[in-house]
């Protein structure tokens, strides 16, 4: 069985439960790296599943020190790595 890899890019909350309804791993970017944020309360449903996030984004935003355990930093040549996986990649 292949893997699913569903991309965020957006703080969009359906977008986000639609993602989470397809049992995949996420990856986050731009500014749904917010999602991120151990510091806001609900976000802690991600904990459950395998979460990448672009580690300049993360930067970007100031979220280095506040991340969820399970966050996964990425560098672009990991990102292109992750995309070309073999997983069936969904852009949300």
Excluded: C
Excluded at 24 to 36: F, H, T
Excluded at 63 to 74: A, C, F, S, T
Excluded at 82 to 92: D, P, Q, R, W, Y
């Amino acid at each position: 069985m292949v893997s699913k890899l569903v991309v965020l890019n957006t703080m969009d909350d359906k977008m986000l439960e639609r993602a989470l309804g397809m049992k995949a791993e996420l990856l986050l970017m731009q500014d749904a790296v917010l999602y991120a944020n151990k510091r806001i309360e609900e976000n802690n449903r991600l904990v459950a599943y395998t979460v990448y996030a672009v580690k300049q984004d993360i930067m970007k935003r100031g979220l280095g020190d506040r991340l969820l355990d399970n966050i996964k930093l990425i560098d672009t040549g990991e990102f292109v790595d992750l995309l070309f996986s073999g997983k069936t990649v969904i852009n949300l």
